[in-house]
C-alpha cells in the first residue's frame, strides 16, 4: 500500500471463527505478538514509525483491560459485567482473581455461582456503584447477609448494611490484655467459649437454683425455729427466731452458696478488663447485693452467740407502740426481715446465662416511653374513675368505697381487668360507672402493647438471626476439576507460582499454551478451537481462546 502505514496481522485467523472471536484475537495479536519499538521512534497518528521507515503499533496501555467482559452465571441467570468493575474491590470473592478461579467452568467459560439469583442484582450493583448495598425487597434479611458473607463483601460492608437495615450497633466487649485474665474473663463471663467455660455455667446456675430452693423452703412452718423470749412485765411468748443457727442445715447450705457467689464475683472482678465498667453494670451489683444480706446475718449470729456466751436476753417481747424498747425491737425485725427479702435478688443472676431474660431486658429497656405512657394512662384512669364512683355510691348504705384513695384499688384491679371481687358497686350508676372503667382499662392496656411485642420480636430475631449467621461455614467450595494443580485455591496474586501461568483466566489476558488440555474432555469444542497455532515472525507461539462477547 503506496507509502501508507502497512499492518502485518500475520498469521490470520481461522475462518470460521465467529466475528466477536476474531476481534479479540486482533486485539490480543496486537497487544501480545507485535515487538515493542525502540527509543528512536517517532509517533504518527498512533502508530510509531521506525527510523528506516518500517511500521509497528504499539496499544494504548491497558487497553484490553478495559473493554473485557466477564460472565457470571448464577443458578442459570448469567450477568455480564467488565473486569475493571469487579477489580474496584480486589479483597472480595469477585474481586480477586485467586478467589473466583475456584468457580471458573472452562467448557462455558463463564464463572458459575449456586446461590441465590435476586440477590446477585444487588452484589453486582454493589460493585459498579463503588460500594452502595442496596437489599432487595423481595430477599429476606437472613439470605441477603449470607450472601453478603459468601461473596466476602467484608466487614464494613455487612455492618453497614446491618445499619441501613435498622439494627442496633453493639458496641465491641474489650478482653484482657493479660493471657491469665483473658483465659479466667472468658471462662467465667463466656459459656460458649469453651467446654469448661460451659461446665463453670452449669455449677453456677445450679448454685443459684439451689440457693432460690433454699429461701423457699425456709419459710415453710415445718422448718421454722421457734424460741421463748422473756419480756417485761414476766410475760413470756413463744416467737419465731429471726436469726438461725450455726447448725442449721439451711445455714450450711446457704454459706456453701454463698462461697460460690463470692468466689465467682472476686474472680470476674479481678480478671476483667475495666474495673470501673465492671461496678457500673447493674448485674454485678444485682451479684453483690445478693450476697450482702448472708454477712449481714453471720454478723447478727456471731453477735447473738456472744450475748449468750455473756448470759444477756437479746430477745426482748415488743412492748407498747410507744415504749421506746418495743420500737426500737420491731425495727430491728423489719430491718431482717428486708435482708432476708433482698436475697431473692438472686434469680436475676440466672439472665447472665438465659439468652430469653437477656432478650427481656432489652425489650424492656427500648420499651420504657411506652411504659411510661401506659403507666401514666393508668394513673389517669385510677383518679378519674376512682372519684367518680366514690361520689357514685355516695348515698348507698352498702357502699365498700369509705374514701376516694379507698376506691384506688377497685380502679387498678377494674382496668386492669384482674377484678377481685373484694370491692365493688352495689348502686346501679356505680356499676355504670365499674363498666365504663372496665372498657377504659382495655383500650388503655392495648395501646401500648403492640410496640412492646414489637420490640420483644425484633430482639428475639435478631439474637436469632445472628447466631444461624455466626454458624455459617462458606468454606465448603471446592476448586473447579478442570482447573491444575492447586490454581483454585485461595491464594493472594502475589504469591501465584509461575506454574499458575497456565491457568485459565481470560480477564487478565492470559494465553493458553498448546499443550493445555483439559482432564476427561480432550475432544471438548473449547480445547480444539484454542488449540489452532499462529506463529509470528518473531517465532512466538500465541493463541486465543473464545469469549462471551
Not at 3 to 17: E, F, Q, V, W
Not at 155 to 180: M, S, T, V, W, Y
Not at 460 to 481: A, G, W
Not at 497 to 517: A, D, F, Q, R
Amino acid at each position: 500500500m503506496g507509502g501508507g502505514p502497512h499492518y502485518d496481522l500475520s498469521p490470520r485467523a481461522p475462518d470460521n471463527l465467529d466475528p466477536p472471536l476474531i476481534t479479540v484475537c486482533i486485539l490480543q495479536r496486537l497487544k501480545w505478538s507485535l515487538p515493542k519499538l525502540s527509543s528512536g521512534e517517532e509517533e504518527q497518528h498512533g502508530v510509531k514509525l521506525h527510523s528506516g521507515g518500517g511500521p509497528n503499533f504499539e496499544p494504548i496501555p491497558h487497553d484490553h483491560d478495559f473493554c473485557e467482559r466477564v460472565v457470571i452465571n448464577v443458578s442459570g441467570l448469567r450477568f455480564e459485567t467488565q473486569l475493571r468493575t469487579l477489580n474496584q474491590f480486589p479483597d472480595t470473592l469477585l474481586g480477586d482473581p485467586a478467589r473466583r478461579i475456584r468457580y471458573f467452568d472452562p467448557l462455558r467459560n463463564e464463572y458459575f455461582f449456586d446461590r441465590n439469583r435476586p440477590s446477585f442484582d444487588a452484589i453486582l450493583y454493589y460493585y459498579q456503584s463503588g460500594g452502595r448495598l442496596r437489599r432487595p425487597v423481595n430477599v429476606p434479611l437472613d439470605v441477603f447477609a449470607e450472601e453478603i458473607k459468601f461473596y466476602e463483601l467484608g466487614e464494613a460492608a455487612l455492618c453497614k448494611f446491618r445499619e441501613d437495615e435498622g439494627f442496633i450497633k453493639e458496641d465491641e466487649k474489650p478482653l484482657p490484655n493479660n493471657d491469665l485474665q483473658r483465659k479466667l474473663w472468658l471462662l467465667f463471663e463466656y459459656p460458649e467459649s469453651s467446654q469448661q467455660a460451659r461446665v463453670v455455667a452449669i455449677i453456677s446456675v445450679v448454685v443459684i437454683l439451689l440457693s432460690i430452693v433454699i429461701f423457699c423452703l425456709e419459710t415453710l412452718p415445718q422448718f421454722k425455729h421457734y424460741k421463748v423470749a422473756n419480756g417485761t412485765r414476766g410475760r413470756i411468748q413463744v416467737i419465731e427466731d429471726q436469726v438461725p443457727a450455726v447448725t442449721d442445715p439451711f445455714f450450711l447450705v446457704e454459706t456453701l452458696c454463698i462461697i460460690w457467689f463470692s468466689f465467682e464475683l472476686i474472680v470476674r472482678f479481678l480478671a476483667c478488663p475495666n474495673k470501673y465498667h465492671f461496678l457500673k453494670d447493674i448485674m454485678n451489683i444485682i451479684d453483690l447485693i445478693a450476697i450482702i444480706p448472708y454477712f449481714i446475718t453471720l454478723a447478727t449470729v456471731v453477735a447473738e452467740q456472744e450475748a449468750i456466751k455473756r448470759g444477756e436476753d437479746i430477745t426482748p417481747i415488743p412492748g407498747p407502740p410507744g415504749h421506746e424498747g418495743g420500737a426500737n425491737q420491731a425495727m430491728s425485725l423489719a430491718i431482717l426481715r428486708v435482708i432476708r427479702l433482698v436475697r431473692v435478688f438472686r434469680i436475676f443472676k440466672l439472665s447472665r446465662h438465659s439468652k430469653g431474660l437477656q432478650i427481656l431486658g432489652r425489650t424492656l429497656k427500648a420499651s420504657m416511653r411506652e411504659l411510661g405512657l401506659l403507666i401514666f394512662f393508668l394513673f389517669i384512669g385510677v383518679v378519674l374513675f376512682s372519684s367518680t364512683v366514690y361520689f357514685a355510691e355516695l348515698g348507698s348504705d352498702d357502699s365498700h368505697f369509705k374514701s376516694i384513695p379507698d376506691a384506688f384499688w377497685w380502679a387498678v384491679v377494674t382496668m386492669t381487668t384482674v377484678g377481685y371481687g373484694d370491692m365493688r358497686p352495689v348502686g346501679v350508676w356505680g356499676k355504670i360507672v365499674g363498666s365504663l372503667c372496665a372498657i377504659a382499662g382495655v383500650l388503655t392496656i392495648a395501646l401500648p402493647v403492640p410496640v412492646i411485642v414489637s420490640n420483644f420480636n425484633y430482639f428475639y430475631h435478631r439474637e436469632t438471626d445472628q447466631e444461624e449467621m455466626q454458624s455459617q461455614n462458606f468454606n465448603h467450595v471446592t476448586s473447579c476439576p478442570y482447573l491444575p494443580g492447586t490454581a483454585g485455591g485461595r491464594q493472594k496474586k502475589a504469591s501465584l507460582s509461575e506454574s499458575s501461568s497456565e491457568i485459565v483466566e481470560i480477564e487478565e489476558g492470559m494465553l493458553i499454551p498448546s499443550t493445555t488440555e483439559f482432564p476427561n474432555n480432550p475432544s471438548s469444542p473449547t480445547t480444539k478451537r484454542a488449540n489452532h497455532t499462529n506463529s509470528n515472525p518473531a517465532g512466538n507461539v500465541t493463541f486465543s481462546i473464545e469469549t462471551d462477547v
